[in-house]
Structures are given as C-alpha cells and as structure tokens.
C-alpha cells in the first residue's frame, strides 16, 4: 500500500507539470509605450502593441536590457 501511494504521489507530480505549461513571446520595439507597435516572436507571432497583448491575456514578465538599439520585452500568458 505505501508503494501504491508512493507511486500514484510521483505520478501526480510528474503529470501536475504539464497544467502549468506557460506561452511566452519575444518582442522587440525601438520605442517603448502602451501603443508603440512591437514585433513578437515566440507563442504569437506579429505586430502589436502592449495594451494589444494585456486584452489577450499576455503580461509583461521582463526586459532584456543591452540587446542593439532596441529594448526587447519578455510576456508570458
């Protein structure tokens, strides 16, 4: 019985990894602004602005700062 319970708690685990799977997106823009358009790469693809991918459930999680005349901006979902 204990290695049944043992078994079934690292099965939970192993399988509870996959529910918090997160999308994220890489985008890059000159400009930094609620509507300044960005080109992201990544879970989306294309053009939008911040307040474009905050309706679609995106958040800002950071910003990789040195990258080459451009601020590049981590979102996840």
């Known amino acids: 019985m204990k290695k049944f319970l043992t078994g079934l708690f690292f099965m939970g ?7 918090y799977a997160k999308k994220v ?3 890059s823009s000159y400009l930094i602004g609620a509507n ?4 992201c790469h990544g879970d989306i693809e294309g ?3 911040p307040v474009e991918l905050y309706h679609k459930g995106w958040t ?3 910003d990789i700062s040195g990258t080459a005349n451009s ?3 981590v979102f996840e979902k």
Do not use: H
Request: hydrophobic residues 50%.
């Open 36 to 39: 300044s358009e960005m080109k």
């Open 71 to 73: 601020f590049m901006l």
């Open 47 to 49: 053009k939008f602005t």
């Open 60 to 62: 800002l999680k950071t």
């Open 13 to 19: 685990v192993v399988l509870s990894d996959n529910l």
């Open 25 to 27: 997106a890489f985008c």
